[in-house]
């Protein structure tokens, strides 16, 4: 180049100062020789009005033959309108991303930018820490198993509806619809991150709220014909099986608890003194937020609960539940203990479930004991509606579902009554 002012010769013989010394080749390009001895090479530019510099290298890793190639390009750069620091940057991205492929493919992990990649990382980053253990266990089974198969190593911003309709209709068609709406559901969520995250740009799954089979809500079997519940409570006090078994069906009606709830209960939660068992916020069924700073749920004992509780505490009360397992006492009754109870009883699926004392509680005391419905749904522990609200649910309406329980189990025993007396009265 007939600019160029730096020899070879110059480049050895160049020796530091007390600053650093600036050695110009031309066309911006020069050498920077530090205090310490260390010789750089830079490069000058100008581009849309700024002044910037641009390193090249190390000298003598980088000789000056090689430098001024590098600085040529660079100027090549310049002269199309590029940054050629930016240029450098997206470079550097660019093999970082194709190492990051290319390492995920050897440990079977999905590509940057799927389906299944941006899922993973908001059930990690964000459905783990919001809901409870078991409930992200199940979405995840859910997308590994319905929707990771088909659509997650897809870019994640290049699936659309039709594409996503038809995994669902694989759901579907093995007759599993509620599970196609959970799955469609979370896959709505995973888009949502996507496009807050910049992965994708919209959410597919919301044009797809007409597109799919309705779910066929069926509730809980429930009896809540009165005579019928007078004959279920003679079968239950006739019941030849275990006591324990006997009295968890007992306070099944009486207590109004869910099954999790009554099977899970710890003798450390019951006063009886003091006619109460108060549940602790982390075994309720809440949000995860709720389990850990929630309040706990109280639930009054009427007098037919404590006699029972009593009974039992002779038999079970040297452990720490109130209903262990038949087999050890280190774990609570199974989940199918009083289900099995209640067929052996002659009550199948369709006639009585253990979730359906709930709802045979929630009908028949609003409709023959006149309760006020939020009295209720505060002994049920349904949520309210705002977290204002529950901050202040901790002993909502506690006397009037004092009043209330003691009401439904005389209301319970009068039905037992008639229904041994032979009554088919309505009562």
């Not at 440990?107 to 459905?127: I, M």
Request: proline share 6%.
């Amino acid at each position: 180049m007939a600019n160029d002012k730096l020899s070879d010769m110059q480049l050895r013989k160049a020796k530091p100062g007390e600053k650093p010394i600036k050695l110009a080749d031309g066309g911006g390009l020069y050498l920077e020789v530090q205090p310490s001895g260390a010789k750089y090479w830079r490069l000058k530019y100008r581009i849309a009005g700024v002044e910037k510099r641009l390193s090249l290298g190390v000298y003598p890793a980088i000789g000056l033959k090689e430098a001024r190639s590098k600085a040529e390009d660079a100027r090549k750069l310049v002269r199309d309108g590029t940054d050629p620091s930016e240029h450098r940057q997206t470079l550097k991205a660019e093999i970082l991303n194709r190492r990051e492929v290319d390492r995920l493919a050897d440990e079977g992990l999905p590509p940057l930018g799927s389906f299944e990649n941006v899922a993973r990382d908001w059930l990690k980053t964000v459905h783990e820490v919001k809901v409870s253990p078991g409930h992200a266990q199940r979405t995840q089974i859910r997308l590994e198993q319905d929707a990771f198969p088909w659509i997650g190593r897809r870019p994640i911003g290049e699936i659309e509806a039709p594409e996503l309709l038809l995994m669902l209709r694989r759901v579907e068609s093995r007759g599993a619809i509620e599970t196609a709406h959970r799955v469609k559901d979370a896959c709505g969520q995973v888009f949502r991150y996507g496009v807050a995250t910049g992965a994708c740009q919209r959410n597919p799954a919301a044009d797809l709220r007409d597109a799919m089979r309705p779910v066929q809500t069926r509730h809980h079997a429930a009896i809540t014909d009165p005579v019928l519940v007078g004959k279920l409570l003679c079968d239950i006090r006739a019941y030849q099986g275990h006591p324990v078994t006997r009295i968890a069906l007992e306070l099944s009606a009486l207590l109004l608890l869910r099954p999790g709830e009554l099977r899970n209960m710890e003798w450390a939660w019951v006063d009886l003194p003091g006619g109460t068992v108060t549940l602790p916020p982390e075994v309720m069924k809440r949000k995860k937020s709720d389990k850990v700073d929630g309040p706990p749920h109280l639930v009054p004992l009427a007098s037919q609960a404590s006699e029972l509780l009593c009974e039992l505490q002779r038999l079970t009360g040297g452990g720490r539940y109130v209903f262990p397992a038949l087999t050890t006492s280190q774990r609570c009754m199974s989940e199918n203990t009083v289900r099995s109870a209640l067929r052996r009883l002659g009550y199948g699926n369709d006639d009585m479930t253990a979730h359906g004392f709930r709802a045979t509680a929630r009908t028949m005391i609003a409709e023959r004991l006149s309760i006020e419905p939020q009295v209720i749904e505060a002994q049920l522990a349904h949520a309210v509606p705002d977290a204002l609200g529950r901050a202040y649910n901790r002993t909502q309406y506690l006397e009037q579902r004092k009043t209330m329980m003691q009401a439904w189990a005389n209301y319970l025993d009068q039905l037992w009554a008639g229904a041994q007396a032979g009554n088919l009265r309505v009562v």
